[in-house]
């Protein structure tokens, strides 16, 4: 397993583990695809499959019963779940379900939260749901990715009836304030992640530092919690804050 997760393409931190018995994607986001390539090429030679290579969508089922043992697991880092088939989504459910190390969170991402609808009622309470939302504008979000459109990501993020849910604002784009203040308010989000494009090769309509800064302020302000995606390592907040509030989960129950 440790071939498999020490050179993940998406270079996720050492603490945070991904698990990733579905791999591939086909949003094509242009910050992903141009950064990326060279990376999942050589992952994909390394594992000895073809349509890694390619990120064409596939699944590994060898690799279910393969879980890391760390605390905090990021579920299908390497793509993006929403491509998965529901019969092998709800394979992958199963073994979070049946999975009994103490004190484990699973993150699960998607640029498409519609898809998690069908799981909610066998998720297990230690799960965070995740979207990304780089900005609130429409306009002109087709050029950087065949996902669904920002507002309707949120409008489907929203619908979800889920408890634990974190937005991740990376690589953020310029935005309007006011609105993701409103997004921010509606989804109540546990954590809002905020980060640059980190590879200056893309070109994005990105916002200022001030402009960047100025939205941590607001959303601090109005008591959500914000990191800097650049310097926030996934075990301080999710072991030291997504943990303590799953032990009072159970304390409760």
Not at 164 to 173: D, G, N, S
Not at 191 to 220: D, M, W, Y
Request: glycine residues 4%; hydrophobic residues 35%.
């Amino acid at each position: 397993m440790k071939k498999e997760t020490k050179n993940t393409i998406t270079q996720k931190p050492k603490d945070t583990k991904s698990w990733n018995p579905f791999v591939g994607c086909k949003f094509d986001c242009v910050y992903c695809k141009d950064s990326y390539k060279k990376l999942l090429q050589w992952n994909g030679r390394i594992l000895g499959c073809r349509k890694c290579m390619k990120y064409e969508p596939h699944i590994h089922p060898e690799r279910l019963k393969r879980m890391p043992s760390d605390r905090v697991i990021f579920v299908v880092s390497n793509g993006d779940i929403s491509f998965c088939s529901p019969s092998f989504a709800n394979r992958i459910v199963n073994f979070m379900r049946e999975d009994r190390k103490k004190d484990r969170v699973f993150l699960m991402q998607s640029k498409n939260p519609a898809c998690f609808a069908n799981l909610l009622h066998r998720l297990p309470e230690n799960t965070v749901l995740m979207t990304t939302i780089e900005t609130n504008r429409d306009s002109g979000y087709s050029t950087v990715s065949k996902a669904p459109l920002p507002s309707q990501r949120f409008q489907d993020f929203l619908q979800l009836a889920w408890p634990r849910k974190a937005m991740v604002m990376e690589p953020i784009l310029e935005f309007d304030l006011d609105i993701i203040k409103e997004w921010a308010m509606a989804l109540k989000p546990e954590v809002i992640f905020i980060g640059l494009e980190s590879h200056r090769k893309c070109t994005l309509p990105e916002p200022s530092n001030s402009a960047v800064e100025e939205l941590h302020r607001e959303l601090r302000g109005l008591g959500f919690e914000t990191r800097d995606k650049a310097d926030c390592k996934y075990r301080n907040f999710y072991e030291n804050d997504f943990l303590v509030r799953t032990e009072g989960l159970k304390t409760r129950g």
